[in-house]
């Protein structure tokens, strides 16, 4: 009787409390279901975070960065409005750096839409000058502009920033879309506990009436299922965990190969890692919750 007694608190970790429910350890769909959810949960939460991340690293990048171009057919003018402006903008607070950008390079960026015979063709091209603004003086650029026009009217200044207001918006929504499913997919996981639970409960009645009749309390019954579940919600959890890991390594490299500084600051920093990490032990939590939720409210309508 001291096993199952309303006062006892230790027999749902004996031996004998194991071997209440015969089926074998990860018996039943459940794991792989789950598994399943949480590889999806993954992917959607890495690029979430992956996305927040690259915006951040973006709007650092890129706030603080304009492109002044001077366009002008004749060369001797517009190289000497390019000189001074760029000794204008070396002098003004907040700059980090000034580059002039050569003729030859601007030449090879215009190749692949002109070909290689019109660029090299003595085809006039504006003079450039990319300026960096040191973190948190992006406000300078404002006293840039008004340097640039005083100097020449032919001068246009291109701040990086207002390119990132459309990107932004992109970004957020996908950010939101990534959050919601996540959270369809952690819903998705606790129906199915929920339908685990009560198939356990159906299976196992003939023992539940026995505990009852012997003193068990539903807490305690409740207890023995969650342990199983809890069980079989973390070895699905960590299986999803370690697939979506592998195909974001995959995904990494790909991104990789590309080359691309857009793409390439798509990345998960440590810290999104342990993030990640998480999501089996929360989803373990959830699953314990639902299934003692269900489980007790479950007994106390049969009662």
């Known amino acids: 009787m001291a096993l199952f007694g309303r006062g006892s608190g230790t027999w749902l970790t004996s031996a004998a409390g194991r071997r209440l429910l015969p089926e074998g350890w990860l018996s039943g769909p459940m794991p792989w279901v789950i598994a399943i959810m949480m590889f999806l949960m993954v992917l959607a939460a890495a690029a979430g975070l992956a996305l927040g991340f690259a915006a951040r690293g973006l709007d650092a990048h890129m706030s ?50 002109l070909g290689a015979g019109l660029a090299d063709n003595d085809l006039p091209v504006p003079a450039m000058i990319d300026v960096a603004f040191a973190p948190g003086a992006e406000s300078g650029i404002k006293a840039a502009e008004a340097t640039v026009r005083a100097i020449s009217p032919r001068a246009r200044v291109d701040a990086h920033g207002q390119w990132l207001t459309p990107l932004a918006g992109l970004i957020g929504s996908l950010r939101w879309l990534a959050a919601v499913l996540v959270l369809l997919m952690a819903a998705a996981a606790a129906f199915t506990v929920v339908l685990a639970a009560r198939a356990a409960l159906n299976t196992h009645q003939a023992t539940i009436d026995v ?43 790909r991104i990789a190969d590309v080359g691309s500084d857009l793409l390439g600051s798509v990345d998960l920093p440590p810290l999104a890692w342990a993030m990640l990490a998480l999501l089996p032990l929360a989803g373990t939590l959830l699953a314990m919750l639902a299934a003692r939720l269900t489980i007790i409210l479950a007994l106390r309508r049969r009662l």
């Open 211 to 253: 505990m009852h009749h012997l003193g068990s309390s539903d807490a305690q019954i409740a207890r023995l299922f969650q342990r199983r579940i809890a069980t079989d919600a973390l070895f699905g959890g960590l299986v999803g965990l370690l697939l979506a890991s592998l195909v974001i390594f995959a995904v990494g490299d």
């Open 64 to 113: 603080g960065q304009i492109t002044i171009q001077i366009v002008d057919a004749n060369q001797v003018r517009r190289d000497d409005a390019a000189r001074r402006i760029a000794t204008a903008m070396g002098k003004l607070s907040g700059v980090e750096s000034v580059r002039r950008i050569g003729d030859a390079e601007i030449t090879q960026l215009l190749q692949p839409w």
